[in-house]
């Protein structure tokens, strides 16, 4: 035990806390918890396996369904099944890629690392939007193109990738993931706490949306598109409903609650104590 | 170098830190002394810039912490609350940290080989040891190479070979010139540690002074008396400046007071003496004499009494 009653060797200065430097850092975090590599892991299979299984089974079954039950049947409702499930997976590890630093006091260490805190609310936001990127867009063109492979004997199942709004969809559920992760992301910053985070989450999803059913109809469809869960989901729907907003509008304003979301946990973080 | 001029924290209704004003200089370590409770912890973390002083100011190596470009070259910490993530192995831990600022992977390995950690480096933190955990709280305080070091109750949970560890540790991190500022509930870990003590008690400053002066100065005779009437020579004796505590039926120990007073105060009202010694007091005692006022549960009981 001598070798460690030595003085700290010297270390070259290296200069700055840089917004790349942390960059680093935040993708260093991510991919060295295990529960972070499963999460995504789940969200991959669920996106990918999901309408795997619903093409079969539709595929099965094809033969006993009635014209009116075979109508009801879209070939990108089934390609986008598994956007729906994923997402809860995307939101929760969303949640958590802040909130578990509260819950671990690892929040202390980063924030004496880089006391300007700012950097590391965009620091992770970027690293975790761009992983669930590069992962989910190959998910939803797997998802795709497999699920159309499955469906290949059936004429009224098959729909090219350069339909009208077909491209936009597929790769708008991959676009969806990634906003409903920062959207996540964000309330776990502001709450700094995973369960309260992950309740907010289903709350503002899960829970509000079918609610708005319970008002009079004009009411339900003067707000409910503006949710953020309906919003969103129009970045990767085909079709559209009579009430609901545009691809491009529904997406903006999606991004724009994130947006919004975002400037608040950022108020609150660089004013907070830690 | 840590300049504190009157930093007060209050959180709802408790003043955690009180107008503190202190200088923590370079080339010697600063034990920061005081019971748990003291405000010990709430000073450290305005001084990370962690919480923000309700008023007052404090800063490190010239500038507030969050003003520093490069803090962990300036400032190395170890709190006393765990701030790993249990997930993480204990080299990625300090490789994130390192990160941040450019610092290499080969110095994070030359820390871990330092703190003595390289047989578990890529185990979970969260399976880790008090001892271990605070090794890898060291590491991390060093990774920078900084001038100044806070270290919050950094011998918790060491065995004496570790507390030995960091003693030579700091002594030598201030022999180098750095600014070392420790903290500590332990007197007598302070004593043999640090050169200089800065003692507080419920969030106010008590001393600023060298340890061989606070040592000089706190550390005073007691009489020790046995009689089977204590209660009585109890009442007799307590007056201003006087202490007394019992640590056994019949056993008072007097602070304040010589022996010959106190023998002729038994003889004057005829209370008879079994024992009339004198012995100087620890320097737990002399710690607990300076903070005897300012311990919060000592207030409440005399709150409770008065009542």
Known sequence: MNAITEALPRLERTGRVTQLRVLRSEWTKLVSVRST???????????????????GVTSAHWGSMGPNERADRH??????????????????????????????????????????????????????????????????????????????????????????????????????????GIFAYTI??????????????????????????????????????????????????????????????????????????????AVLLATRDT | MIEASALTKVYGEKRAVDDL?????????????????????????????????????????????????????????????????????ARNHLLALAQTHGISRKRVDELIDLVGLHDVARKRAGKFSLGMGQRLGIASALLGDPHTLLLDEPVNGLDPEGIHWIRNLLRSLAAEGRTVFVSSHLMSEMAVTADHLIVIGRGKLIADTSVDEFVRRASGLLVHVRTPQAAKLRELVVRDGVHVTTTEPNVLEIEGLTPEQVGELAAEHRIVLHGLSERQASLEEAFMHLTRDDVEFKALEREETAA
Request: hydrophobic share 50%.
């Open chain 1, 37 to 55: 590599r499963w999460s995504l892991l789940v969200a991959v299979i669920l996106t990918v396996g999901l309408p795997m299984l619903f093409a």
């Open chain 1, 75 to 180: 070939p990108l409702d089934i390609a986008l099944a598994g956007v729906n499930v994923s997402q809860l997976a995307i939101a929760v590890l969303g949640v958590l890629t802040i909130t578990a630093e509260y819950s671990t006091g690892m929040i202390r260490s980063t924030m004496i690392a880089v006391p300007k805190r700012l950097p590391v609310l965009w620091g992770k936001m970027i690293v975790y939007s761009l992983v669930g990127f590069v992962l989910m867009l190959p998910s939803v063109l797997i998802a795709f193109v497999g699920s159309q492979a499955i469906l290949d004997r059936h004429h009224l199942l098959q729909i090219s990738f350069s339909h009208h709004g077909v491209a936009r969809s597929v790769i708008g559920g991959a676009v969806y993931l990634v906003l409903v």
């Open chain 1, 188 to 265: 776990g910053a502001i709450t700094r706490n995973t369960a309260g985070g992950i309740a907010t989450f289903a709350g503002i999803f899960f829970v509000i949306p079918p609610l708005m059913n319970i008002l009079p109809s004009s009411w339900n469809n003067a707000i409910t598109p503006y949710l953020p869960s309906e919003a969103g989901r129009q970045i990767f729907s085909l079709t559209r409903g009579a009430h609901s907003l545009s691809p491009a509008a529904g997406g903006a304003l999606f991004a724009g609650y994130c947006a919004a979301a975002l400037a608040l946990a």
């Open chain 2, 21 to 89: 004003t202190f200088t923590v200089r370079p080339g010697m370590v600063t034990g920061f002394l005081g019971p748990n409770g003291s405000g010990k912890s709430t000073t450290m973390r305005l001084v990370l810039g962690l919480d923000r002083p309700t008023r007052g100011d404090v800063t490190v190596n010239g500038k507030h912490y969050r003003a520093h470009i490069a803090p962990l070259h300036e400032v190395g910490a170890l709190l006393e609350a765990r701030s790993i993530h249990t997930g993480r192995s």
